[in-house]
């Protein structure tokens, strides 16, 4: 069966009551404004660091509050999930936090280092066919022999719910930012954040941003109506293959902007990040600060947000960083 027992579209309500179901599981995480970041692009920014989350991304306020808010016999089936990065760590992390099983389907060309970072987690992890569509397809059949919850990495209301109380934190601490940015993938966060600032905080524009190499949520925004887009991109946090139908309606009207960026802009972000904020990100973690370097006269004198979504960085994408060009000039 499919999990979740919001009927309805999330409301501000819904995240008012994850942040207190989630306060008995994790701190509230730092905001820091760095002068040296500041001054290189013109801005005030304050780095939320969802970087430091127990799963090292934002996701596990989702994943918790899920499985927080589901009645204990539909808990105790157990939960069943289809994701390569992120998402799936979250469904781990908070199916073992109330003690039950996760399986976890993952395309067969999945990278070891995370099939090996959710088996420690407790998660069973299959292999399954050459991408996510086929990883869903199987996960369905098997949600629907052994009765697990199927959870949507992006249609879950509770999900959206959890990961909003990014938004009340940030507006709390900063409440009179021009700007939120935060990346997309399949919508969960920029929707939490549109529900949040509409109610606290109405003249802070939510901005999204999306890898100009996997744009379906862009395109699907732009649209009005979900598209399936090729993921060429490097950042997996922001590869999605096609728009997800709750987060975009969601989006509609609340999305002030929607930017997309480079994977090298992001790259750059990255460097950034390490350099100014003594910040380990992830390539979607980035991306929320390669939207202000792309367009500075957009943000010239703001008081902007940025969300560091996570810090799942493979030694591979850390070395790659280390050898570009740009890393030597700004060095010099
Ligand atoms: C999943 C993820 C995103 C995108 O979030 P959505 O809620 O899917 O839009 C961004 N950054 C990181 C690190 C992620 O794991």
């Not at 969960?188 to 549109?194: E, F, I, K, S």
Request: glycine fraction near 10%; include cysteine; aromatic fraction near 4%.
């Amino acid at each position: 069966m499919v999990a979740g027992g919001l009927a309805a579209d999330p409301t501000f309500a819904d995240v008012a009551a994850a942040r207190d179901l989630l306060a008995g599981h994790l701190p509230v995480t730092p905001m820091w404004s760095y002068p040296a970041l500041n001054a290189t692009v013109g801005a005030t920014v304050f780095v939320k660091h969802e970087n430091v989350q127990p799963t090292g991304a934002f996701k596990v306020r989702g994943g918790l509050t899920l499985l927080a808010s589901l009645p204990a016999e539909l808990r105790a089936r157990g939960t069943i999930t289809y994701s390569t990065g992120n998402h799936a760590q979250s469904m781990a992390y908070a199916s073992a936090a109330v003690g039950v099983p996760c399986t976890v389907v993952m395309p067969a060309t999945a990278a070891a280092s995370k099939v090996r970072a959710l088996r420690a987690l407790g998660a069973t992890v299959e292999l399954s066919g050459p991408d996510m569509a086929a990883a869903q397809t199987r996960a369905e059949e098997i949600a629907a022999r052994t009765g697990q919850l199927l959870v949507s990495p992006g249609d879950t209301a509770e999900l959206i719910a959890g990961v909003a109380t990014t938004y009340l934190e940030i507006i709390e601490a900063q409440p009179d930012l021009d700007a939120v940015i935060v990346p997309v993938g399949s919508g969960t966060g920029a929707a939490g954040a549109g529900l949040v600032m509409e109610r606290l905080a109405p003249r802070c524009r939510v901005i999204g941003v999306q890898s100009t190499a996997a744009p379906a949520a862009y395109d699907s925004w732009r649209a009005g109506a979900c598209v399936r887009r090729p993921i060429r991109t490097r950042a997996d946090g922001l590869a999605t293959g096609r728009g997800y139908e709750l987060p975009q309606r969601l989006l509609r009207a609340r999305l002030a902007g929607f930017h997309l960026v480079t994977d090298e802009a992001i790259a750059e972000a990255q460097r950034l990040l390490a350099s100014d904020a003594h910040t380990l990100a992830e390539g979607a973690g980035a991306a929320a600060l390669a939207a202000i370097l792309a367009r500075p006269a957009d943000f010239a004198g703001k008081r902007v947000a940025v969300v560091c979504s996570g810090g799942n960085a493979s030694a591979a994408e850390i070395a790659a960083l280390s050898n570009s060009n740009a890393l030597v000039a700004a060095a010099a």
